[in-house]
């Protein structure tokens, strides 16, 4: 195994390894903590035993032949001894009975305290190892999703570079007839406008993670902004793909123009990559708020997977352009939808019949 690879694993379960190594040092000093405690308990009994034991020979070498005419029963001066008379022996001194029984009972308290201690301590380290789990599994997570996210946003950034770029230098070059430059300077164009949807997108990405940026919030008349965001789209789609917009004529709303521009951007882009060639945007108000309909003919989805689509970097199944987008349309599309202070969900009768995505603003 060369340097590199080595590296690479280090690098890549580092993690794993530190976490492991985490958990095996909080167990050993959970076990050490306890058997530690435990044998100290069992050794200050023992010892406690052994010195009482001690004690009660030395009385009876105090008293000496004098034992002999003591009554049994407690040692006159210290009960906790008492003296036993044995049948043909000499008497002897040892410690009482009930003495032994509160040794013992102060015992059995100590060591269901170093118990409970245990327990609390097993507890804590559960928790512990819980937290450091998910903070591992978070790490490498988002470790992941970066990877995936670079990777679908260099490939973005490049395709439709590469198309601009073959178009200005075959029109450089003179290759072009002039009757081919209006559809070539037109796809030209609509790369253009992808790069600068993407560009957009990870900006906002960028101001939505900061707590202190706020969108305007101000009287938008919707059905103008419908018809231009229709009609700009309509100039880009792909051959055989139609966009309507049907919108009441006094519709307002209090949002962000812009925000509201990217969310429909954003769902356009969503249906065209999952099939969708017939779109239809249709705006319809009640009590509060007014709910602008995105509905598209495409690939659709389960019911249960319509909150998943909005996940960051989530990937929904039959997109038509394997690799295409970078998996944050949705979740910035939901995101700024909140800031104005509404809602975005997703809907579908099931895979293959279609998509509603419901984006609702309020009302002036």
């Not at 976490?19 to 406690?48: E, N, P, Q, S």
């Not at 509160?102 to 301590?121: A, I, K, N, Q, T």
């Not at 070539?184 to 993407?198: F, I």
């Not at 989530?314 to 987008?325: I, T, Y």
């Amino acid at each position: 195994m060369d340097r590199t690879t080595l590296r690479a694993l280090t690098h890549r379960h580092g993690a794993v390894a530190l976490f492991a190594f985490a958990v095996a040092l909080l167990v050993a000093l959970g076990v050490w903590w306890f058997v530690l405690l435990h044998g100290r308990t069992v050794y200050t009994r023992d010892l406690h035993v052994a010195l009482l034991a001690t004690e009660a020979e030395l009385h009876a070498a105090r008293l000496g032949a004098h034992l002999g005419h003591l009554p049994p029963g407690a040692l006159p001066g210290d009960a906790r001894f008492e003296v036993v008379q044995r049948a043909g022996r000499p008497p002897v001194v040892r410690v009482a009975a009930g003495t032994l029984r509160r040794v013992e009972d102060s015992f059995e308290r100590r060591r269901g305290m170093v118990l409970g201690e245990g327990l609390l301590l097993s507890s804590l380290l559960v928790a512990v190892i819980a937290m450091l789990f998910r903070l591992v599994r978070a790490e490498q997570r988002f470790r992941d999703e970066m990877q995936q996210f670079l990777g679908r946003v260099t490939h973005e950034m490049k395709t439709p570079l590469a198309g601009i770029r073959a178009v200005l230098e075959s029109l450089q070059a003179g290759r072009i007839p002039a009757d081919q430059q209006g559809p070539l300077v037109a796809l030209a164009l609509q790369q253009a406008e992808r790069e600068e949807h993407l560009i957009q997108n990870l900006l906002l990405a960028q101001r939505l993670r900061l707590p202190d940026q706020r969108l305007a919030r101000e009287p938008v008349d919707l059905a103008p902004l419908l018809e231009r965001f229709a009609a700009q789209r309509r100039a880009t789609l792909p051959v055989g793909a139609s966009i309507e917009a049907t919108c009441p004529a006094d519709a307002r709303v209090v949002a962000d123009p812009t925000a509201v521009w990217t969310v429909l951007d954003n769902l356009a882009d969503n249906a065209l990559k999952y099939g969708g060639s017939t779109l239809r945007l249709a705006a319809s108000p009640d009590a509060t708020h007014l709910a602008v309909a995105f509905t598209d003919d495409g690939s659709g989805f389960e019911a249960a997977d319509a909150e998943g689509l909005f996940a960051p970097f989530a990937r929904g199944k039959g997109a038509v352009a394997a690799g295409h987008g970078t998996g944050l349309g949705l979740h910035l599309s939901r995101a700024l939808a909140v800031r104005m202070g509404g809602s975005l969900r997703a809907e579908s009768l099931g895979p293959g019949r279609g998509a509603t995505f419901t984006l609702e603003l309020p009302m002036t």
